[in-house]
């Protein structure tokens, strides 16, 4: 996970805030829960086994808000939402590392936040498709289609550039083109 | 919606209308929020786990102080319901070591049929051990006792290395290098069907044998003994090398299977498996479903 404290050392940390930056205090984080919390906690229904029993869901979105407080220095203006949803994709592996004792050696870099056998997709066709993509392009995927994140979030979440997101958002469309019709074509047959 | 959804992309609406959060009711923003608090809080009373936090626990607040502000949250969190703050940390902390593939249909006649993989203390070169090692081989299984084995003795410190023969797993020639695919299904009568999933060749699935990620999770040995080593092997002397038997195995025949799989929220999957056996007739068996649809995620 990123720990960046990104405040120079040399500054006395308590002092003040940066002057442009309003205080990320009760009134912010309140504000914060008011208008994401929905929003984090849907990401989670749509990423857990089941549509995520809802308690799962809540624990996930809480952990979440509860880590954008502890770090509140570090979650940035005007783009807390993107800054949540990339650390939901962390506490998302998190708990699926914890559910899960698989002998692996391999730690993937992209964290694979959805499981298309598990996930609570009922149209069985999506999730068949969603399975021959690879996890970078599901995860770009559904940031966009369920999530309505695009652009500049996009890129936030992803922690590329904004060209960088709309080429790979555009890569990972032309795949999923590709894997309906290698679908189509298997059903088919 | 979004600038995303635009016409001409069927499969991107597609995607778009089996959003699983649109049927889903909303939130409890008030259950919510006091797991929050009482996640807060948590992080209040408990020193930040080194690594995690970074700088935060000092990182300025600016008029209220992290005490403070914390405070107000613990304050906040005892008054409201303090079961749901059992819960919410239940929650968290509930993390339980899946265990998975304990093996049925015949793959392990009398073997400890369990495919868990070995957690801290057990060395994970117990891969492919022979778990249902046959009851003549009691120099095989048995040396821990130290009882009447000369040759293979635990260590007396810092824990057990397992005295178990290790397996070098080789294919035969007969076996097939050609992927396929087979069926995932759910377990049970009922059983929903997956899809039709690609499965590793006959080859493959002998080189998982050997492979970390899935050596620990194979069932290990059941049917006739396989060739031991000999009996009565020389004690060690001084200065002399530290035995260490190592066996191969040449794996003569393959066969796909199905095996369960209990996954951690209590599903349980039937996923294709070989059975590969050697010429002695010791069979072991691995998943098979093919690595592109294994998601490694920890």
Same mark, same amino acid.
């Given at each position: 996970?990123?720990?960046?404290?990104?405040?120079?050392?040399?500054?006395?940390? $308590?002092?003040?805030?940066? $002057?442009?930056?309003?205080?990320?205090?009760?009134?912010?984080?309140?504000?914060?829960?008011?208008?994401?919390?929905?929003?984090?906690? @849907?990401?989670?229904?749509?990423?857990?086994?089941?549509?995520?029993?809802?308690?799962?869901?809540?624990?996930?979105?809480?952990?979440?808000?509860?880590?954008?407080? #502890?770090?509140?220095?570090?979650?940035?203006? &005007?783009?807390?939402?993107?800054?949540?949803?990339?650390?939901?994709?962390?506490?998302?592996?998190?708990? #699926?590392?914890?559910?899960?004792?698989?002998? !692996?050696?391999?730690?993937?870099?992209?964290?694979?936040?959805?499981?298309?056998?598990? @996930?609570?997709?009922?149209d069985d066709a999506v999730r068949q498709v969603?399975a021959r993509?690879?996890?970078?392009?599901? #995860?770009?995927?559904?940031?966009?289609?369920?999530?309505?994140?695009?652009?500049?979030?996009?890129?936030?979440?992803?922690?590329?550039?904004?060209?960088?997101?709309?080429?790979?958002?555009?890569?990972?469309?032309?795949?999923?083109?590709d894997a309906w019709d290698a679908h189509e074509q298997v059903v088919d047959a | 919606?979004?600038?995303?959804?635009? /016409?001409?992309?069927p499969a991107?609406?597609r995607?778009?209308?089996?959003?699983?959060?649109?049927?889903?009711?909303?939130?409890?923003?008030?259950?919510?929020?006091?797991?929050?608090?009482?996640?807060?809080? %948590?992080?209040?009373?408990?020193? %930040?786990?080194?690594?995690?936090? &970074?700088?935060?626990?000092?990182?300025?607040?600016?008029?209220?102080?992290?005490?403070?502000?914390?405070?107000?949250?613990?304050?906040? $969190?005892?008054?409201?319901?303090?079961?749901?703050? /059992?819960?919410?940390?239940?929650?968290? !902390?509930?993390? *339980?070591? *899946?265990?998975?593939?304990?093996? %049925?249909?015949?793959?392990?006649?009398?073997?400890?049929?369990?495919?868990?993989?070995?957690?801290?203390?057990?060395?994970?070169?117990?891969?492919?051990?022979?778990?249902?090692?046959?009851?003549?081989?009691?120099?095989?299984?048995?040396?821990? #006792? &130290? /009882?009447?084995?000369?040759?293979?003795?635990?260590?007396?410190?810092?824990?057990?290395?397992?005295?178990?023969?290790?397996?070098?797993?080789?294919?035969?020639?007969?076996?097939?290098?050609?992927?396929?695919t087979?069926?995932?299904?759910?377990?049970?009568? @009922?059983?929903?069907r997956l899809g039709s999933?690609?499965?590793?060749?006959?080859?493959?699935?002998?080189?998982?044998? *050997?492979?970390?990620?899935?050596? &620990?999770?194979?069932?290990?040995?059941?049917?006739?003994?396989?060739?031991?080593?000999?009996?009565?092997?020389? /004690?060690?002397?001084?200065?002399?090398?530290?035995?260490?038997?190592?066996?191969?195995?040449?794996?003569?025949?393959?066969?796909?299977?199905?095996?369960?799989?209990?996954?951690?929220? *209590?599903?349980?999957?039937? !996923?294709?498996?070989?059975?590969?056996?050697?010429?002695?007739?010791?069979?072991?068996? !691995?998943?098979?479903?093919?690595?592109?649809?294994?998601?490694?995620?920890?």
């Open positions: 996970m990123d720990d960046s404290p990104g405040a120079p050392q040399d500054e006395p940390p $308590h002092d003040r805030p940066p $002057h442009d930056r309003p205080p990320h205090d009760e009134a912010w984080f309140s504000a914060l829960f008011d208008a994401h919390s929905r929003a984090l906690y @849907s990401y989670f229904v749509r990423r857990l086994p089941d549509g995520g029993r809802t308690s799962d869901a809540e624990d996930l979105a809480a952990e979440v808000l509860a880590t954008a407080w #502890r770090r509140r220095d570090d979650v940035p203006d &005007g783009a807390e939402l993107p800054w949540m949803y990339r650390t939901a994709g962390y506490v998302l592996a998190n708990h #699926r590392r914890k559910l899960r004792a698989l002998p !692996v050696a391999v730690v993937p870099d992209e964290p694979d936040d959805v499981d298309p056998a598990a @996930s609570a997709v009922s969603l993509l690879s996890p970078r392009d599901r #995860r770009i995927l559904l940031l966009v289609a369920w999530d309505g994140l695009s652009g500049d979030d996009l890129a936030q979440v992803l922690g590329v550039s904004r060209g960088g997101a709309d080429a790979a958002l555009s890569r990972a469309r032309a795949r999923l083109r | 919606m979004n600038e995303h959804e635009r /016409a001409g992309d991107f609406d995607l778009v209308a089996a959003d699983p959060a649109r049927r889903a009711p909303d939130p409890v923003q008030g259950v919510l929020r006091a797991k929050v608090d009482a996640l807060i809080a %948590e992080q209040a009373e408990q020193p %930040e786990p080194a690594g995690q936090a &970074g700088p935060a626990g000092q990182a300025g607040q600016p008029e209220a102080g992290q005490e403070s502000a914390d405070e107000l949250a613990l304050r906040r $969190h005892r008054r409201r319901a303090p079961w749901l703050v /059992a819960a919410a940390v239940a929650g968290i !902390v509930a993390a *339980g070591g *899946g265990g998975y593939l304990v093996g %049925e249909s015949g793959l392990g006649s009398g073997s400890s049929a369990d495919m868990t993989s070995g957690s801290s203390a057990e060395a994970p070169s117990v891969m492919g051990a022979p778990e249902g090692a046959p009851r003549d081989e009691r120099d095989e299984v048995e040396p821990e #006792r &130290g /009882a009447d084995t000369e040759d293979l003795r635990p260590l007396s410190t810092g824990g057990d290395l397992p005295t178990t023969t290790g397996l070098v797993f080789h294919a035969g020639v007969g076996l097939s290098d050609a992927p396929g087979a069926d995932v299904r759910v377990a049970g009568a @009922s059983g929903e999933y690609p499965v590793v060749s006959e080859v493959e699935a002998v080189e998982r044998l *050997g492979d970390p990620r899935f050596a &620990g999770a194979v069932l290990g040995r059941s049917g006739e003994a396989g060739p031991r080593p000999k009996a009565g092997a020389p /004690a060690p002397t001084p200065g002399g090398p530290v035995a260490w038997p190592v066996e191969d195995v040449t794996i003569v025949s393959a066969s796909l299977t199905q095996a369960n799989y209990p996954l951690a929220d *209590g599903t349980e999957l039937v !996923v294709p498996a070989y059975a590969l056996s050697d010429a002695g007739g010791s069979t072991w068996t !691995v998943i098979a479903v093919a690595d592109e649809l294994l998601d490694f995620a920890p």
